[in-house]
Structures are given as C-alpha cells and as structure tokens.
Nanobody
C-alpha cells in the first residue's frame, strides 16, 4: 500500500506557473503508474496527466497538453506536475493517484484506473 501527499499548490495569476509535487511512501514507488487529477468546484474529478511506472510513457488530457508536464524521480519517490500558462479554468483541487503496475490505456486515464489517492492541494488562478 502506498501513501501519497501533495504539495505546491497556491494562488497564481493567469499566465503564471506552479509546480506540484506528490511524495509517496510505504511501498516501492517504481512499481506505480502515477496520475494527476483536478476537481473544480461543482464538477467531477477529471484526468490531467499520467506517467507509466517505467517513466518512459506519458499521457495528457487535451485541456492541458502543451502547458502541463508530468515527471517522476524514483530516487525521491516523487511525481511532479509542472504547470505553465495557467488559466482561471485550471482552478481546483489537484490530486495525485497511484496504480501498481498500471497502464496508460483509457482506464489509466480515468479515476477508476487508480487505487490510491492523496488528500489534494488547492490551486487558484485569478487576477
């Protein structure tokens, strides 16, 4: 079982950048495919990005492609989400998630594809 703790959220102006981190503990991090999700007020939690347990492959939602970058550092048991060109519609609670030996098919781009979740970190994009 893996425990996940997100950090790095905050308030930023439109066009700004933030880097979120998700620290994992309790299990062998390199076994886990990692994902980032966002939940805006009054909306469902949506997939943003995922990185395969090998670290070789990634997937992005169309809404963040070209603006967000997911990466991982297995030596630090941490996954990152670099967010650039932030927009007000990016506002929400950001969650990281993990699936042991997970893939990046459609299931790996959905909530159902992950077994473990962090508590979330708030990101607010506003002028």
């Amino acid at each position: 079982q893996v425990q996940l703790v997100e950090s790095g959220g905050g308030s930023v102006q439109p066009g700004g950048s933030l880097r979120l981190s998700c620290a994992a503990s309790g299990s062998t991090f390199s076994r886990y495919t990692m994902g980032w999700f966002r939940q805006a007020p009054g909306k469902d939690r949506e997939f943003l990005a995922a990185i395969l347990w090998t670290g070789v492959s990634t997937r992005y939602a169309d809404s963040v492609k070209g603006r967000f970058t997911i990466s991982r550092d297995n030596a630090k048991n941490t996954v990152y989400l670099q967010m650039n060109s932030l927009k007000p519609e990016d506002t929400g609670v950001f969650y990281c998630a993990a699936k042991e030996w997970g893939g990046l098919s459609l299931l790996g781009q959905s909530r159902a594809g992950y077994d473990y979740w962090g508590q979330g970190t708030q990101v607010t994009v506003s002028s």
